[in-house]
């Protein structure tokens, strides 16, 4: 089993910045692919961004050039710099990790947190 704590939400004004982080503990061996997806009110959870374990990263178009995401694979963490956030960034964002023991694959979330881009 793996553990995924988020943290890092916040209100923040349109235009300004916050940075999620996103903490595996547990059985967080083979991890191969960490992530950010969100969930607006009364929509689907989408895609934000991913990073694999060799850094290959994956964004939204809606976030492209605004977010970036990282990982520090010794310690299982990933981040997500959110920049010249918009109102329409306000969700909740939830931390996601995919792992491969042997031919299985599994995957992981953590329990979100409130992000809120309002004036």
């Known amino acids: 089993q793996v553990q995924l704590v988020a943290s890092g939400g916040g209100l923040v004004q349109p235009g300004g910045s916050l940075r999620l982080s996103c903490a595996a503990s547990?059985?967080?061996?083979?991890?191969?692919?960490m992530g950010w997806y969100r969930q607006a009110p009364g929509k689907q959870r989408e895609l934000v961004a991913t990073i694999t374990s060799g850094g290959t990263t994956n964004y939204a178009d809606s976030v492209k050039g605004r977010f970036t995401i990282s990982r520090d694979n010794a310690k299982n963490t990933v981040y997500l710099q959110m920049n010249s956030l918009k109102p329409e960034d306000t969700a909740v964002y939830y931390c996601n990790a995919g792992q491969r023991l042997g031919a299985a694959e599994y995957d992981y979330w953590g329990q979100g947190t409130q992000v809120t881009v309002s004036s």
């Open positions: 547990g059985s967080a061996f083979s991890i191969y692919r």
